[in-house]
């Protein structure tokens, strides 16, 4: 769906493609500036200006490789742009930023996991460090390859999955207690 909602941008000037596309991919990219920003407003002020780059430069869309990471990385340093030029004295180091909004697809699975089971997942994932917790959301959440997360991130595709290990160890240790318990229910 993706690569025709591209075309008709790029050669058909589709306004209607490029709403559907910009639909599919905002609240995503929103949570991912706001992990920089740590604000509303200027998450989504800084996804639009992305947004409204690529609307005009759809001519060049073709010559993008990854159009996620592209969109990834425009929102990435966008934010860091932003964050030098207002002189806050935030610190843009990627392990010290906080995720926010981080929340399970539902799927046929999940809807028989119990609300206790969830929230303890959930839980776990919050109790994540910072770097940790935001590559396990842009792989887990927002479907990215790692690879992609790697290079949207600027960080080496081992980083990525030595952090999504971590992750893990860290899901299963908390969820393992409760799952030898389902176990002995059925």
């Not at 920003?37 to 869309?61: A, C, M, P, T, Y």
């Not at 479907?143 to 992609?148: D, F, T």
Request: overall charge positive; aromatic content about 10%; proline content about 3%.
């Amino acid at each position: 769906m993706q690569p025709i909602l591209l075309h008709r941008i790029q050669f058909e000037n589709d306004e209607l493609a490029f709403r559907e596309f910009y639909e599919a991919n905002v609240f995503r990219l929103f949570q991912f500036a706001f992990t920089f920003v740590q604000n509303r407003e200027l998450s989504e002020e800084i996804v639009n200006d992305v947004f409204l780059k690529l609307w005009h430069k759809r001519g060049r869309i073709d010559q993008i490789e990854n159009i996620s990471v592209y969109l990834y990385v425009a929102v990435k340093n966008t934010a860091v742009n932003y964050l030098r030029q207002s002189k806050n004295r935030l610190d843009t180091d990627l392990g010290k930023q906080a995720v926010h909004h981080f929340y399970l697809s539902p799927d046929p699975e999940q809807l028989l996991v119990t609300d206790e089971l969830r929230r303890r997942i959930e839980a776990a994932i919050e109790g994540l460090p910072p770097r940790c917790k935001l590559i396990f959301k842009l792989v887990k959440e927002d479907g990215l390859s790692a690879a992609e997360v790697a290079a949207i991130l600027s960080i080496s595709y081992k980083t990525v999955t030595t952090q999504l290990t971590i992750a893990l160890r860290k899901l299963e240790e908390v969820l393992k207690p409760s799952l030898q318990q389902h176990r002995m229910k059925v």
